[in-house]
């Protein structure tokens, strides 16, 4: 149990739509990066967030984009929805030097 | 983006062998990590190792940091059932919250 939640757990969209995954963590969580992995794959750093600014970018493009806020939780916003977006998309939460894991939300783009 | 050349990319095994397995990379990474997988989870870590040359055991999983710095080796000894699931490699530029450079993953499966 890492104590970092991620809702929905499954989520099916047509292409052109938007999407907004959330990931909420505990106390203490400074960092939250989100992570997209396609399937048999590894994950892929999309973005981090700290003290609610983006601290760095991995390659994707701008119609990623995320929030943080206060409480701990944060989210992960697509536009324009593409069909390869389709994958599990993962927030990590850092704690003391290390990121732990939510289950993810798997997103089909159809 | 980079992913990590892991290998095998799958293994099928008995119970009670032992499992090895490699992450290479092109680039020097100056923390690498192991995590692993199960069906409709995230990634849990296993082993962080933080300096080239470092040998570091958990329980059974004994992971080494190469001298190059640009690669890292797992091995599972007597493995039993709930070793099953994806081993991935982890890179980092520096200790801490940064980003993960992850590796394509092994599959290890145990026959029955």
């Known amino acids: 149990e890492t104590g970092v939640t991620q809702s929905p757990t499954h989520l099916i969209k047509t292409r052109g739509q938007q999407v907004t995954l959330r990931c909420s963590s505990q106390?203490?969580?400074?960092?939250v990066s989100w992570y997209q992995q396609a399937l048999g794959q590894g994950p892929q750093f999309i973005f981090q967030y700290y003290r609610e600014e983006e601290n760095g970018r991995g390659n994707f493009p701008p119609r990623f984009s995320g929030l943080q806020f206060p409480n701990y939780s944060s989210e992960l916003n697509v536009n324009a929805l593409e069909l390869d977006d389709s994958a599990l998309y993962l927030c990590?939460?850092?704690?003391?030097?290390?990121?732990?894991f939510g289950p993810g939300t798997r997103l089909l783009v159809l | 983006g980079q992913q990590l050349n892991q290998s095998p990319q799958s293994m099928f095994i008995q119970e009670g062998e032992d499992v090895s397995m490699n992450c290479t990379s092109s680039s020097i990474f100056n923390t690498w990590l192991w995590y692993k997988q199960d069906p409709g989870e995230g990634p849990v870590l296993l082993i962080a190792?933080?300096?080239?040359?470092e040998l570091t055991s958990n329980g059974r999983l004994t992971a080494q940091f190469g001298i190059t710095r640009k690669d890292s080796f797992l091995n599972i000894s007597a493995s039993i059932p709930s070793d099953v699931g994806i081993y991935f490699c982890?890179?980092?530029?520096?200790?801490?919250?940064?980003?993960?450079?992850f590796g394509t993953g092994t599959r290890l499966t145990i026959i029955p």
């Open positions: 106390s203490g969580h400074n960092t």
């Open positions: 982890a890179g980092q530029l520096n200790f801490g919250n940064e980003k993960l450079t």
């Open positions: 190792l933080y300096k080239a040359g």
């Open positions: 990590a939460s850092g704690f003391q030097e290390t990121q732990y």
